[in-house]
């Protein structure tokens, strides 16, 4: 059964999907990622490639959320990939917007 909770602008964001995970989500962290990588290499140089430093933060930010949502208990279709949570907890979480 779905949360019937009313939506908000967040909610209709989150709504295009690929692979059952939110592409808002993705791309706002990825841009998260991108602003970081950038501030950091600005101020301290990285010796490498800033995009690969930039995927390094990425993929440690998603593995931030994935902690995140376990220590709260946020079922989550990433967290269902993982093992983490089962698929009838994912889809009772989601909001029918």
């Known amino acids: ?20 995970i939110s592409v808002f989500d993705v791309v706002a962290t990825f ?15 990285f010796q490498i490639h800033l995009w690969i430093n930039i995927i390094v933060i990425f993929l440690l930010l998603m593995i931030l959320g994935v902690i995140v949502h376990k220590i709260f208990g946020i079922p989550t279709m990433l967290n269902y990939y993982l093992g983490l949570n089962n698929l009838a907890a994912v889809l009772a979480n989601r909001k029918d917007c």
């Open 1 to 20: 059964m779905k949360n019937s909770s009313k939506c908000n602008f967040i909610d209709y964001l989150r709504k295009p999907k690929f692979v059952n």
């Open 31 to 45: 841009a998260v990622a991108v602003l970081i990588g950038y501030l950091v290499n600005k101020k301290h140089p």
